[in-house]
């Protein structure tokens, strides 16, 4: 029988395990609809049998073990425990996984000390959470959520291949995807254990603590179209430079995100073409990201951009197309069940700090069927989507006691 010691050890181990599927060598790169993303799941699927799980697949592409109730419970209801196993583009390799880890190690101990509670346990394994690739915000739960948009079947990678092809690649059927939802009536609650992704709980020396509340985010995709030209022959007054163009939209969203305290808005992609050093860019492509807490003051900053996008276009003879992608809002985690993980937290010794994220997870969808919370994990110098994303063994042993004691605790409420 190994010890929640023993199974600290076993996360570290699993996470490089994990890291090795991948579609770029060398880094950890797993986007939806890949083999590496099929790979992991399949992984995850067999430590999930090794804990006595049943495992189920759905359209999207999630993974679901559940570990039953106890046999007095008649139509037990179900605690979901879980974590998401895409990754953004040359990732580290805790963000996302850990939630699924620690779900599959709490449930191994429980089942090698013999314990069920009157409620199963599901350990939820979300397939894209990240949404790069498809410029989605949690495709994964928003059908377990009841939040699907048919619409997204249409939506295209960069290449251009459908999401319907990526859909099926993981062995689901687009068409079915709305009818995956989760009856809110069975699920008592979800948490997902996350690395924190930010410096406080270094700074502060606690292992982990409870989440409160969760930013809102508005995301756009933008193209600048202008005139390719020989970029020795066009004279700069007759110039239609689609990248330049960009180059100012760029700026100004910073200036955008700093004008505020808890804004922040960030361009991650800016890709031009042609793309040759002779040629004037004809078309540039970016993304935008942009969150705070309070949805006025997100809306006003989003419209604020767009504004300015616009004035660039008109003042540089450019076409602008731009696309709102898939959002999301700020969400408060539930009182009750916050709660009971400060007092777990406290029953392990530990200060029980709550701290807000400005990251986004799939607790946000998951709150539109059950009540949800969150366990920070800290990770070294709060570096995350970075491959020297960092945790410490002890840390994640803290965070296995947490979330057993959190599970008893919610059992003792029943
Ligand atoms: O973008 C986010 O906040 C999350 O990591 N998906
Ligand atoms: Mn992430
Ligand atoms: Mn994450």
């Known amino acids: 029988m190994s010890t929640l010691h023993d199974h600290a050890a076993t996360i570290m181990r699993r996470s490089d395990e994990l890291a090795a599927f991948t579609t770029v060598e060398g880094q950890i790169t797993r986007p939806y609809g890949t083999s590496a993303l099929l790979d992991a799941r399949d992984q995850l699927a067999a430590w999930m049998g090794e804990a006595d799980m049943s495992t189920h697949v759905d359209n999207v592409g999630n993974l679901f073990g559940r570990y039953e109730a106890d046999t007095q419970s008649i139509d ?95 062995g689901g059927d687009p068409e079915a995807i709305g009818s995956d939802t989760i009856d809110s009536g069975s699920v008592l609650g979800f948490i997902e254990v996350h690395i924190e992704q930010g410096p406080v709980l270094q ?28 970029a020795g022959t066009v004279p700069m007054a007759l110039r239609r430079d689609a990248l ?8 100004a969203v910073e200036a955008v995100g700093a004008s505020e305290t808890d804004l922040v808005a960030t361009v991650g992609t800016l890709e031009c073409s042609p793309g040759a050093s002779n040629v004037i860019p004809g078309h540039a492509h970016l993304t935008l990201d942009l969150r705070h807490p309070d949805s006025t003051i997100r ?43 400060r007092e777990a937290i406290a029953g392990e010794g530990i200060e029980p700090l709550s701290l807000f994220s400005g990251a986004g997870h799939d607790a946000i969808t998951m709150a539109n069927i059950c009540p949800v919370t969150m ?22 042993e803290a965070a296995l006691r947490v979330l057993e004691r959190f599970l008893f605790a919610v059992a003792g409420q029943r």
């Not at 330049?244 to 700026?251: D, H, N, R, S």
């Not at 994990?377 to 002890?394: F, L, M, Q, T």
């Open 76 to 170: 037990p209801k179900t605690f979901l425990v879980g974590g998401h196993f895409d990754s953004v583009v040359d990732a580290g390799r805790y963000d996302g996984t850990l939630g699924i880890l620690t779900g599959i190690a709490v449930v191994q101990h429980l089942n090698e000390t013999g314990r069920r509670f009157p409620f199963a346990i599901e350990v939820a394994a979300f397939a894209d959470e990240e949404g790069n690739r498809f410029h989605t915000s949690f495709l994964g739960s928003s059908p377990v959520a009841g939040l699907w948009d048919p619409a997204w079947v249409t939506l295209e990678d960069d290449a251009g291949t459908p999401l319907k092809e990526a859909i099926r690649a993981l």
């Open 299 to 341: 809306e006003r900053a989003y419209a604020g951009v767009r504004a300015q996008a616009e004035a660039i276009a008109e003042r540089r003879s450019l076409d602008l197309d731009w696309t709102d992608s898939p959002s999301f809002a700020e969400t408060v985690c539930d009182a009750r069940l916050t709660k009971t993980l």
């Open 244 to 251: 330049a163009g960009a180059a100012e939209l760029v700026l």
């Open 375 to 396: 366990l920070f994990v800290r990770c070294r110098d709060g570096i995350s989507h970075n491959p020297a994303e960092s945790i410490d063994e002890v840390d994640v």
């Open 203 to 230: 700074d502060r020396n606690l292992p982990v603590a409870a989440v409160s509340s969760i930013t809102g985010s508005l995301r756009a995709t933008i193209e600048f179209a202008g005139m390719a030209g020989h």
